[in-house]
């Protein structure tokens, strides 16, 4: 199975800051990799897909990249809706797996 | 808008079945693959399955293909999961999802719990 290493486990950041999120996968998984946003209490969204698309009706503060196999999501000018528990996931092979996720609290 | 509504979960006693089910509308159901995910108690996500968009070819999570089965039935665009001698570990709640690049849109889910 690949491995889908995602750091940090948490992070505080301010309004109007912005953050970085990873996930470092086991082998190269060829830009099949999504990431989703899960508020407390609802169910996961789709924000970026193919590593760095953004799903429609996303605010573009949210932005995706990679770099070999080390995949970001990046979050400019943090907004407190933003909030929330963000997890990446591939889709390059069976069984696709998520990472452990990152929850984001603002101060 | 997407609709996706899963129902069936509950409480459930270790060793017996439970049978799923996620009712999808505004969209045609029969052109896309559908999955099933779903989230420990802890907040792990776990990737159950996915079929293709007639029914025909299926995937599974290697730890879950003897116990579980997805099934559907685009006459009635509905996607199914059959779960068989459940164990406590799968407490959870059950996420189907539409399936392009990555997985487009959730369910409110469906919470399941084996306990006897």
């Known amino acids: 199975d690949i491995q889908m290493t995602q750091s940090p486990a948490s992070l505080s950041a301010s309004l109007g800051e912005t953050v970085t999120i990873e996930c470092l996968a086991s082998e190269d998984i060829y830009s099949n990799l999504a990431w989703y946003q899960q508020k407390p209490g609802k169910s996961p969204q789709l924000l970026i897909y193919d590593a760095n698309s953004l799903q429609d009706g996303v605010p573009s503060r949210f932005s995706g990249s990679e770099s070999g196999t080390q995949y970001s999501l990046e979050i400019n000018s943090l907004q407190s809706e933003d909030a929330a528990t963000y997890f990446c996931q591939q889709y390059h092979d069976y069984p696709y797996t998520f990472g452990a996720g990152t929850k984001l609290e603002l101060k | 808008e997407v609709q996706l509504v899963e129902s069936g979960g509950g409480l459930v006693q270790p060793g017996a079945s439970l049978k799923l089910s996620c009712v999808a509308s505004e969209f045609t159901f029969s052109d896309y693959w559908m999955s099933w995910v779903r989230q420990t108690p802890g907040k792990t996500m776990e990737w159950i399955g996915d079929i293709q968009y007639d029914g025909s070819y299926t995937n599974y999570a290697p730890s879950l293909k003897n116990r579980f089965t997805i099934s559907r039935d685009n006459a009635k665009s509905t996607l199914y999961l059959q779960m068989n001698n459940v164990r406590s570990e799968d407490t959870a709640t059950y996420y189907c999802?539409?399936?392009?690049?990555?997985?487009?849109?959730w369910g409110q889910g469906t919470s399941v719990t084996v306990s006897s």
């Open positions: 999802t539409l399936t392009t690049e990555g997985m487009d849109a």
